[in-house]
């Protein structure tokens, strides 16, 4: 498995302690897995909720489990790495299992390099 790991550069609300939070794409030739984000967050997501992805006018939808949320549609998987390639920042809402609404940034600066060296991840 190979993949490229990102923090966020802003959490909010401040006043609520996060945890550990990434965002992730991976790869899982062994898998058949090629670049599959994944939000991973410090905390239990609200059961049945959705984590709202935007970078510039584009929104992707994720579905939960537990700490983590991957994409809805499958389908859009390419479309949001694609995004990230071309975006410069990134925002990930989620709600957590007590009902906090966070907020996160990312910087996609650089997004496009790390992704090209797990290219080839056999």
């Known amino acids: 498995m190979c993949y490229v790991l990102s923090v966020p550069t802003a959490k909010e609300p401040a006043s609520v302690n996060h945890g550990d939070i990434f965002f992730v794409v991976s790869q899982r030739p062994g898998q058949n897995i090629s670049y599959e984000p994944q939000a991973m ?3 239990a997501l609200k059961e049945g909720s959705k984590v709202n ?3 510039d006018a584009k929104n992707f939808v994720m ?7 991957w ?3 499958a389908a859009e998987e390419p479309a949001l790495v694609a995004a ?3 975006g410069t920042n990134m ?4 709600t957590s ?3 906090t609404g966070t907020n996160y940034t990312y910087s996609l600066s650089g997004i496009s ?4 060296q797990i290219e080839n991840c056999k």
Do not use: C, P, Q
Request: overall charge positive; hydrophobic content about 45%; charged content about 25%.
């Open 63 to 69: 579905f939960v489990k537990d700490s983590s949320a």
């Open 97 to 99: 299992a007590r009902g």
């Open 71 to 73: 994409v809805e549609n």
């Open 41 to 43: 967050m410090g905390y």
């Open 84 to 86: 990230m390639k071309g």
């Open 91 to 94: 925002t990930v809402k989620a």
């Open 53 to 55: 992805v935007t970078i």
């Open 113 to 116: 390099a790390a992704l090209k």
